[in-house]
């Protein structure tokens, strides 16, 4: 899915576009007991609930395409019968109306999600009623054939608010406040099936983690049954062993310089792309060349990207460069430059010493003008 896909199943989460037929909980405590079930037609709880709902949703297709949202494929043996795809499919064929389904599907989340204290399980069934476009973008709300049928699941962790005073309108004094169970923004959570190209794509799923350093791998392997994408972390960590390993003694500061130059302008030309900037193997190697490495180099090329990422990961241009500043580090001294002004930054060699040199224009310390 991309930014534009993502955006337009957002706006189906509020009163006027609503296409929630049904809502699934199960609220689970620390010791991984199921403490209370609801089940119900969305439509049929109170208003001021739909809307705290509505936000939850919102939030599980909320974050960065490639950091907190993942596209990830089913790998074939998950569309068997007992594969997660197998189940989540009957699921949402079953519109969340089997119990036997959705037990089914609680259970193996207790038992692979780790969490450690409360969490809330929720699963809703929606039918988007996908509307036509005109050749110049615009919806044709009276013309549609295709219905977008799909599950989403949130898992939202239940803390203890916070211990406090507030004001008791009934009894006109400030006293101690009465510590509620609260559900939080969720943790993680899918839609299935994706909506890719406006379309429905049944071998796919759409993940989402709040914390993009923590994708909960095993979650993903054992529920999933996918392959976990490298968190940003880890592809800007790959990507530098990458350069590292590939250049050698050669890693010079003008070629690394030139690569994440490179890297910036590629984003910047395809900001306004509803598609995050991918980099396959292919396409890192291109790169590479494009700023001036000798073949000699890149003879051992695939080698080395495979043993910093694997033969078929990929990276999102934007978790290996910074796009908002470029930094420079010493065992003593950060310097953070805009991206377009890099040029500002020269090497010289001075009494001997290779130097970094910056001219001292409007040059303030701590907040003082210095000339």
Not at 5 to 14: A, D, G, H, L, T
Not at 25 to 43: Q, R, S
Not at 81 to 88: N, V
Not at 196 to 208: A, E, K, P, Q
């Amino acid at each position: 899915m991309n930014k534009k896909e993502v955006s337009e199943i957002k706006k189906q989460f509020s009163p006027d576009n609503c296409c929630i037929t049904r809502i699934c909980g199960c609220y689970v405590d620390g010791e991984k007991n199921k403490k209370t079930k609801i089940k119900e037609a969305f439509l049929s709880l109170p208003e001021e609930e739909t809307f705290k709902y509505f936000e939850i949703f919102k939030k599980t297709l909320s974050g960065t395409i490639g950091k907190n949202l993942l596209n990830m494929e089913f790998p074939l043996e998950q569309e068997k019968e007992g594969g997660a795809q197998y189940l989540l499919r009957k699921l949402k064929e079953s519109k969340l109306k089997d119990e036997a389904l959705v037990e089914s599907f609680y259970n193996k989340i207790i038992e692979n999600y780790e969490y450690g204290e409360n969490y809330y399980i929720i699963l809703i069934h929606a039918v988007y009623d996908i509307p036509k476009k005109s050749s110049d973008g615009q919806k044709m709300f009276d013309a549609s054939d295709e219905i977008y049928e799909h599950i989403l699941c949130s898992i939202c962790p239940v803390k203890l608010s916070k211990a406090g005073l507030c004001y008791n309108g009934t009894t006109n004094n400030i006293e101690d406040c009465v510590r509620d169970w609260l559900v939080s923004v969720p943790d993680l959570g899918f839609l299935f099936p994706v909506f890719n190209d406006r379309s429905t794509d049944l071998h796919s799923i759409f993940y989402y983690t709040k914390n993009p350093e923590n994708t909960h791998s095993d979650f993903v392997s054992e529920f999933l049954g996918c392959a976990a994408p490298l968190t940003a972390k880890k592809q800007r960590d790959s990507f530098t062993v990458l350069v590292e390993e590939t250049l050698g003694e050669d890693c010079a500061y003008d070629t690394v310089l030139a690569i994440h130059e490179h890297l910036n302008e590629i984003i910047e030309a395809q900001k306004d792309e509803s598609e995050p900037v991918v980099f396959t193997k292919s396409e890192v190697k291109r790169l590479f060349e494009d700023c001036g490495i000798e073949e000699e180099k890149l003879e051992s090329f695939d080698e080395q990207y495979e043993l910093a990422t694997g033969e078929k990961s990929a990276f999102v241009a934007s978790n290996i460069t910074n796009t908002r500043k470029f930094e420079i580090k010493t065992p003593d001294v950060v310097i953070n430059v805009s991206p377009d002004r890099v040029d500002l930054v020269k090497t010289k060699i001075i009494d001997g010493r290779k130097c970094l040199v910056i001219p001292m224009e409007e040059t303030e310390i701590n907040g003082i003008q210095v000339r």
